[in-house]
């Protein structure tokens, strides 16, 4: 029966056999047919069909764009998405060429075996102060992040190498001491060298450098010529210190007011293998008791230059020390229980009243060498460029930022794998060039990172000041892109980790700037 319409004639029944319509006739009758209100009604209905397909067939074709670019690696969780072009002819900036590394640390070890693996007619030189397996009293070890063992992938092999020497933790994230580390990076890189590319001087430190001549000169007196010098010699580089002095490098160095120590402790049938308990002592501004493969632990201590100059509580002897980590190793339930119980019963007593207290065992040789090390200092270290001329400066050399959230190592192997794509994948035949490409994608996530650290100020702030910071972090929170979270996600870059904590990083620096104190260098 036809059907009339508000807009249109009648449309009587039609057979299209003998009948040619228009296409906008063919739509007038089919809308006739199924009973629309209007033509204008169904031309609507059309059009959106036909933009949901068009964009449907966008997304077919920028799918495959997004998941190769999604692929590179490089700089790409650093801070920036360029990472340096492929060389055409194969060949690299370093080929038959002469490269000194200044300091056989991890980062110094992992950019010559990154080296050595893409371009076999290299020549490398690692100069390494400390002699192989030395003790170093201070050395408290890092913990295998996300991002650290990201980066660790660029050298099939070497992260279940340095997985192994990892002492897991309750935090579920393994620790391991950084001797262990440079232990296992340089036996990697020894069997790595198939072709002798490589030459490593322990006990041998940087003691002069002629940038104009491009000569190295060594502790023990001997001349190494080179056509590229890496600093990696940590935060009191004598490479970045020489750039700053000759080449105008501008460097923004302050210390924190912190001093700090790490003491080795042997198995504690008290203390659980994977503790990461915090130490408490009113002469103590803080501290961990950090897991140590393949057993015991290590003590990290930091205390104000108003609790002591070299040692917490300005301490001389083993048994005050001793005294002093035992009682900050308590419980604070325990510790309660004690003071109650010296109030209402006095000095004496049963013990067993107040509970079991642990008994802490301590290495002899350990605490002397402890209260005879130096303490060291935090330090927050920024320079405006990685490279000069042919140097370029990688780890703590080229960024120092607080230990809080514990992304030193690994900015320092993600700056040394972004100086080695530079190195080996340029397509320009310019050093200075490849150089600059480094600088330009390492410094942003290096400064992003070394900015976010400041957040231990706020920590170590008062209530008032940690009042402060709920508002700051709840958005976050709500958002599920808290600070500690996000840094254990290699895809997220440093750079926008700090856009989303702009404001606590702020009032962040803003109470930095009261209690910084600038580095003064020994003459």
Known sequence: RPLLLPEYRIVPAVDRSRCSYSSAAVRRNRAAQYGMLSCSLYESKRKAMMKNHRAILRGILIIPLLLFKSSLNGAAAFGTSTSAPSSSDGRSLLANKRVCICGGGPCGLFLATLLIQREPAVQIIVLE???RGGKNVNAFGTGLGSRLLESLEAAPGLRKR??????????????VSRADLSEQMTRFLEDSDMNRQVQILFGEGCADIDLNARKLTTTAGAIIEY???IGSD???SMVRQTLVAERGVQEEHYLGPSRWKALRLPPQSDVESGSFMPLRHKLLRGGRVLPRHPEGHILLMFWDKESGVDNPGNVSTAEELKS??????QDEAQKKRDRIHRLFLGGGGDKE???KKRNIVFDDEAVDLFLQARPSRSHYMKIDRFHEDSVALVGD???GMFSLLGQGCACGLKSAEILAECLLGSSSADLNEALQSYSELAIPGAHAITEMNLVSVLLRGGPFVKALMIPLTLPQKLRGKLLFKRLNEPDVPYVQILKENRLLIALSRRRWRRDREP???RT
């Open 519 to 521: 580095l003064e260098r």
């Open 397 to 399: 050399s080229a960024a």
């Open 353 to 355: 009243a107040v509970g």
């Open 234 to 236: 940590g935060i009191n």
């Open 324 to 329: 002093l980590l035992t009682d900050a190793m």
């Open 129 to 131: 102060k400390t002699q």
């Open 162 to 175: 340095v997985e192994s020497v990892g002492a897991p933790s309750v935090m579920g994230t393994a620790i």
């Open 227 to 229: 056509d590229l010098l």
